[in-house]
Structure formats: C-alpha cells, structure tokens
C-alpha cells in the first residue's frame, strides 16, 4: 500500500507549498523543501517495500554468483532508502509540530489577532481643569473599542466640551476618518442673545441691550402688565426686574418678557431638556432623542409668586428631580417610568393630552436650527472638510395651555451625574445613540475594523437609487442635463453621493434618535411635497425629495 495517497498528497501540500521551515532551529536559515520529491520518494519507498521477497531472492542468487567473483561488505541499498525516507519524516513532524497553528487554519486565533488594525482613537479637548463631566462620554467610547490619545496626535473623534475651532487651524483640513463633535458657527443658535432676539413666534419678546433700549421702553409701556428678566451668555443672575430696574449699560445682555402663566407640576415650574444632534448642513439633518427628556424642576413652590425668590421660577444645579415631586414618584419609581411618560401620566391626571406638546417641540426645533443655517453655512464655507457633527440640548417651557416656548440651546450640555446619579442612564444612552448615528460605533468581536467603515455590505447603489421610472422617462443615464435627473444614480457628483451614503446610513442606526427635518411623513396621501420645499435651500430640497422618494417605496423611510 502506498504511504499516502494523491488526495491527501494534494491536502498537505496545499498547507506545505507556501512555508519554509528553520533547520538546526538557527534564526535567519532556511531552505524551501522540495516536498512533492519527497513525497513520491516516500510511496515509492513503500511499493519498495512490497516487493521486497522477489528482490530479496534475487539478491541472494546474484549474491551467489558474484560471491565467487567479488567479495563485498557494503550495506544494501534498500536499507538505506528506509533510513532516508524515516529521517525526512521525523525532520518533518518535528519541524512542524511547533508550527501547527501557523500552518492549518483550525487554529488561527493568534494569527487573527495580528491581522487587526489599531483601535480608533479619541482626543479630549476642554479648558476645565476636571474632566468629572465627562465620565460618561469616556465610559462609553472605552465600550466602544476608543482609545485616547493627546490632542495633537493622530484621532479620529476629538470631543470638545469647548468651542475648538479658534484654538486648531488644522480642523479645517480634516482627514477622512476624523470627525468633531461641533460645527464651526454653532454659536448663531447656542449664544443666547443671537438666539433669543431673534423674531421667532415661540420666543418670548427679547431686546438686546444697549441697542434696543428704546425699543424695549415702548414695548414696556405698551405692555404694562408684562414683567422681564435681563439675562446674558453666562446665564447666571438671572431675576425678575421690573423695566426701571434694568441695567441698561450691560453690554452683551437681553432683557426678556417673562412668561406668567406656567404649567405646574405639583405647584413646581419646570423646564424640559429634549437632545438635539446636527448631522449635516446644506445639506441639513436634523435628529432628536426620544428615548427621554430631561425635566427639571424648581425647588421652591411657584405660588404665592414672589420675583426676590428666583428657586421659584429660574431651574438651577439644585433643581428638583423627576423621582422627587410626589406626584412623579409613584409612576417613576413603581412603575418605571421615564421623566417623559411620568410627566405625561401626571398631564393626563389633569385631563389635558400631553401629545399636544411634542409635535410643538419638534416645529420650534427644526424652525430655529433652518433659520440659522444660513449663517453657520457661512463660516463652514472656509472649511475643506465638513466632518462635524453637533450635539445640543434645547430648554423648553410650558404654559398652563400646554403651548411651548423655546428658552435656549446649549452647546456642550451637562452630561454629568455627579450631582444626580439616576441621570446617569440617561446620559449614557444619549450618548450611544448619537455615536451609532453619526458613525462611531463598536468595534466588529473579531475583525477589529469599525462598523461605521463604508462599505457596500451597508449602502450600495440599489440603496441610493430612486424614482427609476423618472430617470428612464428623462433618459438620464445619457444626459443629466436635466432637472428632473438630479437624484438619479448616474448623475449624482461624487460628493452627492456621499451625502445620500451618510443620510442611509444614519437611518439604519438611529437607535432612538428620530429625524425631524427633513422632516418625517406621517401621511403620504397628504403629504405636500412642493409647499413642504418651497422655501427651502437647493440642497435641503433635493434631499428632502430623496426621502420622499425612498418613503413611497419603502414605509420604513417614512417614519
């Protein structure tokens, strides 16, 4: 029987073929064995061996006639090939065996770990001299697969709890896989006098000081029931003036008209904190969190009203929390409720219906974000690269008609649960939804390449390609000169089709984050495109008619 037969020889030597092996176990020697030789040398050895009777008597009767002639005492032949054929057998076991993990694939885990690619990386960037406030946002990068690293080497997220863009040059150069977690002229919507003198309908009337002094004293004595809080950037000493009492010098100051009929909770004003994520300007995307809103409410009981006792009515670091107000507490901790759904339950209590709220929340949200875009679309227009994105949180109050006002945007909000340690949960889950949204996510269990890599297993072409039957009517795979072959696949730029890829891509790992503009299509039937882009940018139009096409044929792209 031979030794090994042609299947198995094929078997071993497609694992050999490719490997050299040390001899003598000296580094940096080594020799390319010709294995297929040896191989056919070892089944020829064992044909030999079958044979060995006849060649044995054949031997003996040459052995005969030529003993007469010819006296010999030299070792056989046959005993010798034996003896090669076992050595090259041991040298090769022996060679092996050490390197069996190498050599067959079943055992690949070490050889799998070297084939991964370096971690991504994250810098931190904040003027405080602690970093208590961003536990969380280490936490969760750290689950990720992130590792962190200064702000001057090389990373693929810097989060800045600071405005970064005066103090590095090179964000206006960002590589492919950098990303930032502002937008440069994210101050036209976070800076509360730019904000909040705005002529916006769901804006309490603001005045800027000193400019519009005189303004605000006509609107006073028109308005003579009207009280007013002066506030600046800093927002803090913030109180209850009446207009003789302002200081009308304070440079980088508003005066605001107060709003006097609150909603309460128990007796308690509050305020309510929805997270908002920018993902994208001109093109703009617009998402906010929906697994939770941050209710705050104010430690001191709002009546008998009293304008010296600002823990009645202004929201500060001591504020009351959801599991703390007595009529909150039951569906929070009994029934395990969020700050949302319990206050919606306590609404109900009241006979009134809380889903009048949100849809308020979301027009005033997308409304102020499109009326600054222009100006943050401005300064971004000096920048090569626009790899931001921006998480924010929007204040809101309500009044005792459950119609909302908008209060503020904050750049940077407080994600820290030092203070109130439930909030916790909240933070972290904010954060892994806006992460998964705007591509930084964990790393693959095996690969170590991250998921949020382009790749046409997420977003092909099929995915991006809409109204085929326009594009055929207009015969746009021939000419895109035409209007109507704007989003048709083979005449979109370069750039446009990375704007679609990323606008794809957020919608499959929006977690709890819900897309408010473009905003969604609650009915088709009624859904009016032409009034819904009038007054829209180029480009925010063509893409809010990308997601209508994408919803009539797919209700996913809808919602």
Not at 104 to 116: G, H, Y
Not at 125 to 133: C, I, K
Request: hydrophobic share 40%; charged share 25%; glycine share 4%.
């Amino acid at each position: 029987m031979p030794l090994l037969n042609s299947r198995q020889e094929r078997e071993i030597l497609k694992q050999l073929a490719r490997w050299r092996f040390p001899l003598n176990g000296k580094r940096g020697i080594s020799v390319w064995l010709p294995w297929r030789s040896r191989l056919k040398k070892l089944s020829m050895d064992a044909s030999v061996e079958e044979n060995a009777p006849r060649q044995r008597d054949a031997e003996v009767k040459m052995a005969k006639t030529e003993e007469s002639e010819k006296p010999s005492n030299s070792i056989g032949l046959l005993p010798v090939m034996i003896f090669l054929a076992a050595t090259v057998t041991t040298a090769v076991v022996v060679e092996l065996l050490p390197h069996a993990s190498k050599v067959f694939p079943w055992n690949s885990a070490d050889s799998l770990e070297d084939q991964r690619q370096p971690p991504p990386t994250y810098a931190i960037f904040g003027r405080s001299p602690t970093e208590e406030h961003l536990v969380h946002v280490v936490n969760v990068l750290h689950q990720f697969g992130y590792q962190r690293v200064g702000v001057n080497e090389s990373w693929n997220l810097l989060w800045a709890h600071d405005y970064p863009f005066l103090s590095f040059a090179n964000l206006k150069n960002l590589g492919q896989h950098q990303v930032v977690n502002h937008l440069p002229g994210c101050g036209y919507l976070t800076n509360k006098v730019d904000l909040c003198t705005t002529p916006l309908p769901f804006l309490p009337r603001a005045f800027r000081l000193p400019a519009e002094r005189q303004e605000f004293l006509d609107y006073a004595r028109t308005n003579p029931q009207a009280l007013f809080v002066q506030k600046h950037n800093e927002h803090r000493h913030i109180k209850v003036r009446a207009p003789a009492d302002i200081a009308f010098g304070s440079n980088d100051s508003f005066v605001q008209e107060f709003v006097q009929r609150p909603f309460l909770v128990d007796g308690h004003k509050f305020d309510i904190g929805v997270y908002v994520v920018i993902t994208s300007i001109n093109p703009l995307r617009v998402y906010i969190y929906t697994g939770d809103v941050l209710f705050r409410y104010c430690p001191v009981k709002y009546h008998p009203f009293d304008a010296e006792n600002v823990d009645k009515y202004i929201v500060g670091d001591d504020y009351l929390p959801t599991w703390e107000v007595p009529s909150l507490r039951k569906y929070y901790n009994r029934f395990g409720g969020s700050m949302r759904t319990v206050f919606e339950a306590y609404v109900r209590d009241q006979g009134m219906d809380p889903a009048k709220i949100w849809p308020q929340v979301e027009h005033i949200i997308r409304t102020t974000i499109a009326a600054k875009e222009k100006d943050i679309v401005n300064i971004l227009s000096s920048y090569k690269t626009h790899n931001f994105f921006d998480l924010m949180r929007f204040d809101l109050f309500i009044d005792e008609d459950l119609k909302v006002f908008l209060m503020e945007a904050n750049m940077s909000p407080n994600l820290s649960s030092a203070h109130f340690k439930p909030n916790s949960l909240l933070y972290e889950q904010v954060l892994y939804s806006v992460f998964n949204l705007v591509g930084i996510r964990p790393l693959t269990a095996t690969s170590g390449s991250l998921l949020a890599e382009s790749s046409e297993m997420i977003t092909a072409d099929k995915n991006l390609a809409t109204d085929l039957n326009k594009c055929a009517a207009h015969d746009c795979d021939k000419s895109c000169n035409k209007e109507e072959c704007d989003l048709c696949l083979q005449c979109l730029s370069g750039s446009q089709y990375r704007m679609l890829q990323q606008a794809h891509q957020e919608h499959l790992h929006r977690v709890d984050m819900k897309r408010i503009f473009p905003q969604q299509i609650r009915d088709l039937k009624s859904f009016n495109l032409n009034e819904e882009i009038t007054n829209m940018s180029k480009k925010n139009a063509w893409m809010t008619r990308w997601f209508y096409n994408k919803c009539q044929f797919d209700a996913a792209w809808c919602n």
